[in-house]
Nanobody, 126 residues
Framework: QVQLVESGGGLVQPGGSLRLSCAASGRIFSISAMNWYRQTPGKQRELVAA???????NYADSVKGRFTISSDNAKNTAYLQMNSLKAEDTAVYYC????????????????????WGQGTQVTVSS
């Protein structure tokens, strides 16, 4: 019902910057929050940054002061600006959204449901 497509990952040197984007599409009635998670092999997926539709943000301690999450509600898109990148930021980054949907043929919205993108690799290495 909802698709999330991430972009912007890649290889960057320590101290460099990257900007991730996550575009949501489909039968979206509303999105209450969009989040960025990351995961490395053998570890649990961890929340990196979150933003509500009202603009409230939250960050993992490990990225505070270096990462900034933002969103464009009209475009159902979230961004993650990552500065001063470190080797330990290397991971697959996943976009997540909590969305109310309006199923085809229905007059009533349902949810919220959790949706995930396919992930984008971020590698920080010299």
């Amino acid at each position: 019902q909802v698709q999330l497509v991430e972009s912007g990952g890649g290889l960057v040197q320590p101290g460099g910057s990257l900007r991730l984007s996550c575009a949501a599409s489909g039968r979206i009635f509303s999105i209450s929050a969009m989040n960025w998670y990351r995961q490395t092999p053998g570890k649990q997926r961890e929340l990196v940054a979150a933003i509500t539709s009202g603009g409230m943000t939250n960050y993992a301690d490990s990225v505070k002061g270096r990462f900034t999450i933002s969103s464009d509600n009209a475009k159902n898109t979230a961004y993650l600006q990552m500065n001063s990148l470190k080797a330990e930021d290397t991971a697959v980054y996943y976009c997540n959204a909590a969305a109310m949907i309006l199923p085809s043929g229905s007059y009533f919205y349902q949810g919220p449901y959790d949706y995930w993108g396919q992930g984008t690799q971020v590698t920080v290495s010299s």
